[in-house]
């Protein structure tokens, strides 16, 4: 699939206003269209949850923050207004559009934004020059994707993560929660109601190394 042609927009890191409030729907709702099963929502996601998933993070211990299907950026750019100077966001995503939007909308040398599967995700970290990441994020929506390929990504994603570290799921459905539950010491459910439509929220933290034994 051919990737969309876009110009670099000169737009600072604060909110640019409506404008590129309804370029972002524009371009979500199209690739919703397109790709119904790689988005979990014809809408983009709202303030409320974009705070309220990003409040369970520890910005200042977070040197690399990874991003699952970051889309237009709603959640982009809320990560590298929090993020720390030194600190690096890894956004992978499988749509070619997103990746070209998203490479024309930001210049900020935190970002590093990757053309790929989520599945792939510690080659991605490798190439990134880290080892671990401190916090993942994704918006994928698990229900729809093919037989394994959900049950792989978490496996991946729980190795990726340093011991401590935590996966943030955002999901229009409870299913993720039989693919994280048996790999992850613990997990959180709660719900969003001031989002279209209302989310779920998941917080799946990979236990800490056990102590020896004595």
């Known amino acids: 699939m051919a990737s969309i042609p876009l110009k670099k927009k000169n737009i600072p890191g604060a909110n640019p206003g409506a404008g590129r409030f309804f370029q972002q729907w524009g371009m979500f709702f199209r690739q919703f269209v397109k790709h119904p099963g790689m988005i979990g929502s014809v809408m983009p996601s709202s303030a409320a949850l974009v705070n309220r998933m990003l409040d369970r993070v520890d910005?200042?211990?977070?040197?690399?923050?990874?991003?699952?299907?970051?889309?237009?950026g709603t959640f982009t750019q809320a990560i590298l207004d929090r993020l720390h100077p030194d600190a690096t966001l890894l956004a992978i995503d499988l749509n070619l559009d997103f990746v070209a939007y998203l490479e024309a909308q930001f210049d900020d040398p935190r970002l590093?934004?990757?053309?790929g599967s989520a599945a792939d995700v510690r080659r991605f970290?490798?190439?990134a020059g880290h080892s671990q990441a401190d916090y993942i994020?994704?918006?994928i929506p698990f229900s729809t994707l093919s037989d394994g390929v959900g049950a792989a990504i978490c496996a991946e994603t729980r190795a990726a993560l340093r011991p401590g570290g935590a996966f943030l799921v955002y999901q229009y459905s409870r299913y993720v929660r039989r693919l994280i539950d048996p790999i992850f010491g613990r997990v959180s459910d709660e719900l969003e109601w001031r989002n279209i439509p209302p989310c779920r929220i998941f917080c799946a933290v990979r236990e800490e190394a056990l102590a020896?034994?004595?």
């Open 59 to 72: 910005w200042h211990n977070t040197h690399l923050f990874v991003e699952y299907g970051p889309g237009v």
């Open 125 to 127: 970290i490798r190439e």
């Open 137 to 139: 994020l994704s918006g």
């Open 212 to 214: 020896q034994a004595a």
């Open 112 to 115: 590093k934004v990757v053309h």
